[in-house]
Structure formats: C-alpha cells, structure tokens
C-alpha cells in the first residue's frame, strides 16, 4: 500500500467528443494501439502493460498478477523503486481528480 500527497501527470487534457476522446499524456498524444514510445522495442507489447510508455517504465500498474515474488523481469503488476522488478503487487489502483486552482 502506497498514498501520495501529490501525485501528477504531466501536461493532461482529453479532448472534445467530435474528436473521439483523444488522450495526451505528458510525450504521448494518440491512439493506445500504436507503439509510440522511445524505446527499440514496443514496452507496452514487450512488459504486458495496458499503458503509455515513454521509454519503458519504472512502474507497470496495467501488468500481470504473478501472485507476489516472481523470476520474470518486469511484467507484473510492478513500482519498481518500491518492490523491486520481480515482485507482482495483487492490485493497483489509480484515481484522478481535478487540481485545485488556489488562483479562483
């Protein structure tokens, strides 16, 4: 378990409905089917992730449950700064919230 005082995400917007809901997250603008990171390979495809990459990542919330301690290399449900490459985390959750503008 983890709780952040703050946590974000870059430059975000979703635009209007007649675009279809594109996303833009940080270096990322388009369709999830594309690989569209940095990286020789495509991590999303590559580590078992439904996410953005940049260039691959140091955390995999989207990854597979490997019930805990595990010899694979970064495809479970992962935070690597805080359980290591090889150990699978049960779940993650991830919520969003508008900022509060203390200019308003």
Same mark, same amino acid.
């Given at each position: ?26 270096? @990322?603008? +388009?369709?999830?089917?594309?690989? #569209?990171? *940095?990286?020789? %390979?495509?991590?999303?495809?590559? @580590?078992? +992730?439904?996410?953005?990459?940049? #260039?691959? *990542?140091?955390? %995999? ?6 019930? +805990? ?36």
């Amino acid at each position: 378990y983890a709780q952040y005082g703050t946590f974000g995400v870059g430059l975000f917007s979703v635009d209007p409905d007649d675009d279809g809901y594109p996303l833009t997250v940080g270096d @990322y603008a +388009g369709n999830a089917d594309k690989d #569209n990171d *940095h990286s020789e %390979n495509n991590c999303a495809s590559f @580590y078992h +992730g439904a996410w953005w990459y940049r #260039n691959c *990542h140091t955390s %995999n919330l989207n990854g597979q449950y490997l019930r +805990g301690q595990h010899t694979s290399y970064a495809d479970g449900i992962e935070w690597s700064t805080w359980t290591g490459w090889q150990y699978s985390l049960k779940f993650s959750e991830m919520k969003i919230r508008p900022t509060r503008d203390e200019s308003k």
